[in-house]
Structure formats: C-alpha cells, structure tokens
C-alpha cells in the first residue's frame, strides 16, 4: 500500500509524507493491526470510516472531490463514524498530526509525488 514518495501539500507548504490507499484491498485493510503510522494514508473513493481493530485514535479529513477538507474529526479506537455527505477521500493520521500541520475545514490539499505531479483524490 505504501506509495513512495507521495506527500500532503496544502498552499504550497508539505504537511506530511503520505500512504495511498490505492486498491480495494489496502482501502479495506487501512490501518488495521499497525502500531503506528508516519505522516498520513488517503483512502479514495472513501465517504466514511471505522477505527475497529485500530491501535491508536485517529485525525480523520474528509475531502471532496477538489480536495477540499469539508470535515475534520477525531476518533478514539474501536469507533464507527457517519458517512460525510459529499465526501470523495479521508486522510487518516495519528491523533494530533492535524494540530501539528495546521489543517483545518476548509484547506485544500493536493497528494503530490516527488516528480511534483498532482493526483486526483
């Protein structure tokens, strides 16, 4: 699952390294059983998520589909959350990463490789 390379980038400034969750297989394993995770995993297509068999809570954003951070939550292990209405991706990351990296509702985030390209998420 781990995309090489990959990073968060909000207004031009990197917020985190990223995992790309890329297949429906690495979208329906997530984070399960990990102990820890550096930087962040999106999921796309993604409107809604769990923290069952997670280890540790979790920052999750939602996006649309321009990239757009519409919600922002955290959720405690073991939890189910509400489908987001418009949601297209989630970012995933360690509880307090979104803090560390000031994202907030409303931020537009690019997955960009090293190569500089743009993904769609």
């Known amino acids: ?39 962040a995993i999106i999921i796309s297509p993604c409107r809604w998520i769990h923290t069952f068999g997670m280890r540790f809570a979790l920052d999750i954003a939602y996006l649309d589909t321009e990239g757009f951070a519409i919600k922002t939550v955290h959720m405690q292990r073991n939890r189910l959350g509400a489908p987001v209405r418009h949601g297209h991706a989630v970012i995933e990351a360690e509880a307090g990463a979104f803090i560390r990296w000031g994202l907030h509702v409303g931020d537009k985030i690019e997955v960009r490789h090293g190569s500089d390209e743009t993904l769609t998420t």
């Open 1 to 39: 699952m781990k995309s090489s390379g990959a990073w968060l980038v909000s207004e031009g400034r990197v917020l985190a390294s990223a995992e790309i969750a890329a297949d429906s297989n690495s979208r329906r394993r997530g984070l399960i059983g990990r102990d820890h995770l550096d930087g």
